[in-house]
């Protein structure tokens, strides 16, 4: 058995539904979990209709819900015939949605986010479930909600792997054990992304979670293999819309990807390795578009295996120098109140470094969480802080290239390793 996913770039069009389904077609020969993101930048745009409907702002989230509602209409709309069953699925969800936004929101920004956001997932895999029945593969869509158990860390759910796994088996490995006769073989569709609590309540794991979701699904399942499919032909040592000069890895260790996803590599999330190390379980990253090509193995390798440099870019970066009002050095009192805020507010730390009297990290921007965590050390630090700042990380850096790479920018801060060398740039 294996576990497939396909995001939101898949998804994107009718054209992209269909040939996902080709490409599930061609892999039928075995038991397939099929994990699906929301379509094209849905996610986005339901970030867009949270704001809305979190200000109260009812012109902004009537033209917000409109606009997500006619997208999925319009791809509905050159999939199926105007009669077919979907119609009634995809409107009801989108019924839902209206009437849950139309009421007072409550103070749980983090919680509304949620509940709003996780729609995306439950449309673009009703649609792909639907169309696959359509062409003959037949399926059966099941709700990740009651499949991936979570704590109630709202935007950053953490799963209960116990009762996760257990839910798992229960509900999809007999299903997927279950012969259909012809050489067909059953195939489950699910949601990437989305979880639920032991109350009921949805929950997120966490932007871009997807690719986790798809691990948890394999680990619980002892799956053969996962599968992410992207637009990119592989794991490239940097973004193609970045750096002009890519190469293509083809295969690389556990510890290398998990590595590179650490310091923000886009292609893999980071919780994604984890689960499938553990285990063994491979994990190939292939193009859906050229599906006939190899694309990238994620497996054990010896540790001293070579790679070539690889360039990640985070952009929108905060760079916040935090100073004890005292004077007093950086040390483990001090650095426990600082950890301790970031801890409870939530924000993760891309690049930290310490002086004496000061310490410095660096972090995404986020509406929310950043004045939060400002307002927070303030009770205990001054500060000083740069935003609209971009993070260079280069793995196995060659000084050769780093001129290049921060030609007329100005390096702010500067941290490098054995294999890794960071840059805040302004």
């Known amino acids: 058995m294996k576990v497939f996913k396909f995001g939101g770039a898949s998804v994107q069009s009718a054209d992209g539904i269909k040939n996902v389904a080709s490409i599930i077609s061609q892999h039928s020969n075995q038991p397939l979990l099929i994990v699906v993101s929301a379509m094209g930048k849905i996610t986005n745009q339901l970030e867009i209709l949270t704001e809305a409907f979190m200000e109260s702002n009812v012109v902004a989230r009537e033209h917000s819900y409109a606009a997500i509602k006619d997208y999925h209409y319009n791809i509905l709309n050159e999939l199926f015939e105007k009669n077919h069953n979907v119609f009634l699925k995809i409107e009801q969800i989108f019924h839902h949605l ?10 749980n920004y983090n919680f ?14 009703q649609i792909l479930s639907h169309y696959l029945n359509k062409v003959g593969l037949n399926n059966q869509w ?15 759910a953490q799963p ?25 073989h059953p195939i489950v569709v699910t949601q990437g992304f989305i979880g639920g609590t032991t109350q009921g309540f949805t929950t997120t794991l966490g932007r871009e979670g997807s690719d986790f979701s798809a691990a948890i699904f394999a680990f619980s399942l002892d799956a053969e293999e996962v599968t992410i499919w992207k637009d990119v032909p592989g794991l490239l040592n940097a973004d193609p819309k970045i750096f002009k000069e890519t190469v293509l890895l083809p295969k690389i260790s556990y510890q290398e990807a998990i590595e590179l996803s650490y310091y923000g590599a886009t292609v893999i999330h980071p919780k994604t390795l ?21 694309g990238s193995l994620i497996h054990k390798l010896p540790v001293t295996a070579k790679y070539p440099a690889s360039y990640i870019f985070k952009f929108n970066q905060v760079l916040l120098s935090i100073m004890p009002k005292d004077f007093s050095f950086i040390a483990e009192d001090n650095l426990s109140l600082i950890f301790s805020s970031f801890a409870r507010i939530g924000v993760k730390i891309n690049l930290m470094q310490n002086s004496a009297i000061s310490f410095s990290v660096c972090f995404d921007k986020d509406k929310t969480k950043t004045p939060a965590l400002m307002k927070d050390l303030e009770k205990n630090f001054n500060l000083r802080h740069n935003e609209n700042l971009e993070l260079i990380t280069i793995r196995h850096y060659e000084n050769a290239v780093i001129g290049n790479i921060i030609k007329d920018r100005k390096v702010l801060l500067e941290q490098k390793n054995r294999t890794t060398l960071q840059l805040v740039v302004s």
């Open 142 to 156: 099941m709700d990740s909600r009651n499949l991936i158990i979570t704590n109630a860390s709202y935007r950053d």
């Open 274 to 294: 984890k689960p499938l190390l553990s285990k063994n379980i491979p994990l190939r990253v292939k193009s859906f578009i050229h599906p006939e090509k190899e």
């Open 98 to 107: 209206k009437l849950y936004i139309e009421q007072q929101p409550g103070t």
């Open 112 to 125: 509304e986010y949620d509940r709003i956001v996780s729609t995306g997932e439950i449309l673009s895999s």
């Open 160 to 184: 209960d792997w116990n009762q996760t796994s257990q839910a798992v088996k229960n509900k999809i490995l007999p299903y997927l054990s279950n012969s259909l006769g012809d050489n067909k």
